[in-house]
């Protein structure tokens, strides 16, 4: 699989997404935000958390409107592979790729902590590594991540099985739990806990090891 992950001014996850990447066995190149094309053939883009522009305007509203961002929509619209955690998530919600919006905690906090989250479908490539029903443990850290969407897309969210991940204890207030949901053709995620930060047992927890595990699978035999 080869893999993109985006660097922003602000990002602080994208090495951690890297290394997770390539300990599943991607071949991984970063990509500077201001480049106007993905590298040729990737199949996989991920955007990472942080504080892309400092949080500026709004979480994710400068990033989305980056170069790079144009060609990650394309590659979306294309059937590529999307991956965007916390800041990333922020991000794909501004570029119109995920719907919904992330919020100011409800609580008007930044919290930090592992959480625990419900795997809600296991038909994804991001998601085919864990049982739907599964409880896993992944860490958050974040500020605004109160998922919000309204009425008629939670509706649709939840009746096209594109809600991939719920809060067993909501931390931040987000609608019907919700930590993580997926594009219609269910080929971009985004979600605000860190998976890559539980892809290694020297980080306290290997929960999020499988989805990369799983994305390796399935990208590569797509």
């Known amino acids: 699989m080869k893999a993109a992950v985006l660097v922003f001014p602000g990002s602080n996850c994208d090495r951690d997404l890297a290394v997770a990447l390539e300990r599943a066995g991607a071949d991984v190149t970063m990509v500077w935000h201001k480049e106007s094309d993905l590298p040729e053939g990737v199949d996989f883009v991920g955007v990472p958390g942080g504080f892309s522009y400092g949080d500026y305007l709004r979480c994710g509203a400068i990033a989305a409107n980056s170069p790079i961002c144009q060609a990650v929509v394309k590659h979306a619209e294309a059937g590529g592979f999307v991956f965007g955690v916390c800041n990333g998530f922020q991000i794909l919600t501004e570029t119109g790729l ?125």
């Open 98 to 222: 995920l719907p919904g919006a992330l919020r100011r905690n409800a609580g008007l906090k930044y919290i930090c902590r592992t959480v625990g989250l419900k795997v809600e479908t296991s038909e994804t490539a991001f998601t085919s590594g864990y049982a739907q029903g599964d409880e896993i443990q992944i860490p958050i850290a974040h500020h605004d991540g109160n998922y919000f969407a309204d009425d008629d897309t939670l509706a649709r969210l939840k009746g096209e099985g594109r809600v991939a991940f719920t809060y067993t204890d909501t931390p931040n207030g987000s609608v019907a739990d919700i930590a993580g949901v997926l594009s219609a053709n269910k080929r971009v995620l985004g979600m605000m806990p860190h998976p890559e930060r539980a892809a290694d047992a020297g980080h306290g927890g290997t929960d999020g090891s499988a989805m990369f595990s799983a994305l390796m699978e399935h990208v590569v035999s797509a």
